[in-house]
């Protein structure tokens, strides 16, 4: 079965820096990858997916992110932080009919 | 994508009673699927509901426990039965397939935040 590791627990930027959050899977044919993210008391919102062609994808709220299958990563940028990307982030791996699963979550905080 | 709500938002419970949490659709859906993310976790996932069978419960999750129903296209159900303090999570409904979704993407509710005391 796909899994998908987080390693950064909580990550604490400065407004206006760039940001680069983790993402490794496990799964042995070309997996769908997921970023989601949840402000707090929020559901989770779609930020960008990747399921086949151009390995750099681009996202919602300015985030992309690059599928490197040699690293078996999936790790999601943005170039500028802004105060309301302040959230828990989800990276999610699929294996197809809809089997996901999800990383432990990367808590983002952004300093003034 | 579709428009997903969630009811309640949020409710705190006696422990021993029972609490059904409604998703709603604006869409026909293939497949509905219902989440737990307890307090500082992530997500995961219960069971996988689909209109005109049976739920499929993931381990560690039992019907008894957590009955579903699925009437139609649009709308799904969990109840969360015999509550006891360790079911306090939050609960989330997705949807995947038909028109509103391609590829093996979910989209979210807004989530049900239980308390149980």
């Known amino acids: 079965a796909q899994s998908v590791t987080q390693p950064d627990i909580h990550i604490t930027v400065s407004e206006g820096a760039s940001l680069e959050l983790r993402c490794n899977y496990s799964?042995?044919?070309?997996?769908?990858l997921f970023w989601y993210v949840q402000s707090p008391g929020q559901g989770l919102q779609l930020l960008l997916k990747?399921?086949?062609?151009?390995?750099l994808v681009q996202g919602i709220k300015g985030f992309e992110a690059e599928f490197k299958r040699s690293q078996s990563s999936f790790n999601l940028r943005k170039p500028s932080v802004h105060w309301s990307d302040a959230a828990e982030y989800f990276c999610?791996?699929?294996?197809?009919?809809?089997?996901?699963?999800f990383g432990a979550g990367t808590r983002l905080t952004v300093k003034p | 994508s579709a428009v997903i709500s969630q009811k309640p938002s949020r409710d705190i419970c006696q422990r021993g009673t029972s609490l059904t949490i409604q998703c709603q659709v604006d869409?026909?859906?293939?497949?509905m699927f219902w989440y737990r993310q307890q307090p500082g976790q992530s997500l995961t996932l219960i069971a996988t509901?689909?209109?005109?069978?049976?739920?499929?419960?993931e381990s560690g999750f039992v019907i008894d426990k957590f009955p579903i129903s699925r009437p139609n296209l649009t709308f799904s159900t969990l109840t969360v039965s015999n509550m006891s303090p360790e079911d306090s999570s939050i609960y989330l409904c997705?949807?995947?397939?038909?028109?509103?979704?391609?590829?093996?993407?979910?989209?979210f509710g807004p989530g049900t935040r239980l308390l149980v005391l």
């Open positions: 509901a689909n209109q005109g069978s049976e739920a499929t419960y």
């Open positions: 799964y042995g044919a070309t997996p769908y």
């Open positions: 997705s949807v995947g397939g038909g028109a509103v979704s391609v590829q093996e993407t979910q989209y």
């Open positions: 999610a791996v699929g294996a197809g009919d809809n089997d996901m699963r």
């Open positions: 869409s026909q859906v293939t497949m």
């Open positions: 990747y399921f086949s062609g151009d390995t």
